[in-house]
Nanobody, 123 residues
C-alpha cells in the first residue's frame, strides 16, 4: 500500500503563489510517475501536471503552462507543485496520485490517491 499526504494548500490572492507538497509513505514507487489533479465544484477532475519516476519528463496542462512547475525528490518520496501567478479559476481541491508506470494525464492510470488539499484564489 501507498499513502499520500498533500499539504500546502490555502487561501491566496490572485497573482500570488503556493507550493503544494505530497509525501508518499508505505510501499513507495520511485519508478512510478506522480501526478497532480484538481477538481473544482461542479466540474470533472482534471490533470494539472504529471512527472516521470526519474523526474526527467513531465506533462503540464495548457491552462497552467508558464505558471506551474512540477518536481520530485525521490530521496524524500515527495512531489511538489509550485504554483505562481494564481488565478481565481485555479480554485479547486488538489489531489496527488501515483502508481502510473509513465507520465499520463488520465486519472485511470493512477492507483493511489491522496485526500486532497484545498486551494482558494480570491480575486
Amino acid at each position: 500500500q501507498v499513502q499520500l499526504v498533500e499539504s500546502g494548500g490555502g487561501l491566496v490572492q490572485a497573482g500570488g503563489s503556493l507550493r503544494l507538497s505530497c509525501a508518499a509513505s508505505g510501499r513507495t514507487f520511485n519508478s512510478n510517475a506522480m501526478g497532480w489533479f484538481r477538481q473544482a465544484p461542479g466540474k470533472e477532475r482534471e490533470c494539472v501536471a504529471s512527472i516521470s519516476g526519474s523526474g526527467d519528463s513531465a506533462y503540464l496542462a495548457d491552462s497552467v503552462k508558464g505558471r506551474f512547475t512540477i518536481s520530485r525528490d525521490n530521496a524524500k518520496n515527495t512531489v511538489y507543485l509550485q504554483m505562481n501567478s494564481l488565478k481565481p479559476e485555479d480554485t479547486a481541491v488538489y489531489y496527488c496520485a501515483t502508481g502510473s508506470p509513465f507520465v499520463s494525464g488520465y486519472s485511470g492510470m493512477y492507483r493511489y490517491w491522496g485526500q486532497g488539499t484545498q486551494v482558494t484564489v480570491s480575486s
